[in-house]
Antibody, heavy 118, light 106 residues
Framework: QVQLVESGGGVVQPGRSLRLSCAASGFTFSSYAMHWVRQAPGKGLEWVAIISYDVNYKFYADSVKGRFTVSRDNSKNTVYLQMNSLRADDTAVYYC???????????WGQGTLVTVSS | IVMTQSPATLSVSPGERATLSCRASQSVSSNLAWYQQKPGQAPSLLIYGASTRATGIPARFSGSGSGTDFTLTISSLQSEDFAVYYCQQYNNWPLTFGGGTKVEIK
C-alpha cells in the first residue's frame, strides 16, 4: 500500500534552516510529481511546492519562493524540502502529497511539525 | 485564484443531508477536488474533477458544479463524516484551497 512518511521537523530559530524528507513506498515513485502542502496550527491548507517526476519542473508558492527548495532522489524514493531563512509564519505541519493525475492529491503523509520560534 | 467556502461551520444531525459550497474567484472549469480532514489526521481525497468520487468513497458523497460554483453533498450524514472539508482548484498556478467547512454534530 502507498505510504508517505515525513521527517525532519522540529523547533528552529527565525532565520535558520531545516530540511524535511518524505520517504515514499508502495508505488512507482519516479512516475509521479510530488507536492508539499502546509497547515498552520488551527488554520487551513496552503500549497507550498511541486517537483515533477523527472525533476525538470519545480514551482513554488510566492510565500516561500527564493527561500525553499524542493528536490527528489528517485533512487531513494524520497522527496525533500530545504527551508532557509525561516520565519515565524512558516510554523506549520508540513505534508508531502502524491499527485494522482493533474495536481490533486490521492495520498498524503502524516505530516511533520515545524515550529519557528526564538 | 481565491477559493471561498461556505458556511464556515455547518451543524447537522446524523442522517440528515449536508450541502457545502465552494466558489472560485474565476473559472476553474471542472478542475476541482474535495478533501476531508479529521482532527489530527492528514486530509484525504473525496472527489476530483468536480464530481468523480475517489476510490473507496461511499456513494453518499457527491460533487457537482463547474466554472466558479461547486457543491459537495453528503446525502445522509454518518458519525464518521463529522470533519472539516476543503475544496482545491488545480486549474491555475498556484494551487489554492478554500478555507474549509467544519461539519459538526447538531
Amino acid at each position: 500500500q502507498v505510504q508517505l512518511v515525513e521527517s525532519g521537523g522540529g523547533v528552529v530559530q527565525p532565520g535558520r534552516s531545516l530540511r524535511l524528507s518524505c520517504a515514499a513506498s508502495g508505488f512507482t515513485f519516479s512516475s509521479y510529481a510530488m507536492h508539499w502542502v502546509r497547515q498552520a496550527p488551527g488554520k487551513g491548507l496552503e500549497w507550498v511546492a511541486i517537483i515533477s517526476y523527472d525533476v525538470n519542473y519545480k514551482f513554488y508558492a510566492d510565500s516561500v519562493k527564493g527561500r525553499f527548495t524542493v528536490s527528489r532522489d528517485n533512487s531513494k524514493n524520497t522527496v525533500y524540502l530545504q527551508m532557509n531563512s525561516l520565519r515565524a509564519d512558516d510554523t506549520a505541519v508540513y505534508y508531502c502529497a502524491k499527485e494522482m493525475n493533474s495536481n490533486y492529491f490521492d495520498y498524503w503523509g502524516q505530516g511533520t511539525l515545524v515550529t519557528v520560534s526564538s | 485564484i481565491v477559493m471561498t467556502q461556505s458556511p464556515a461551520t455547518l451543524s447537522v444531525s446524523p442522517g440528515e443531508r449536508a450541502t457545502l459550497s465552494c466558489r472560485a474567484s474565476q473559472s476553474v472549469s471542472s478542475n476541482l477536488a474535495w478533501y476531508q480532514q479529521k482532527p489530527g489526521q492528514a486530509p484525504s481525497l473525496l472527489i476530483y474533477g468536480a464530481s468523480t468520487r475517489a476510490t473507496g468513497i461511499p456513494a453518499r458523497f457527491s460533487g457537482s458544479g463547474s466554472g466558479t460554483d461547486f457543491t459537495l453533498t453528503i446525502s445522509s450524514l454518518q458519525s464518521e463524516d463529522f470533519a472539516v472539508y476543503y475544496c482545491q482548484q488545480y486549474n491555475n498556478w498556484p494551487l489554492t484551497f478554500g478555507g474549509g467547512t467544519k461539519v459538526e454534530i447538531k
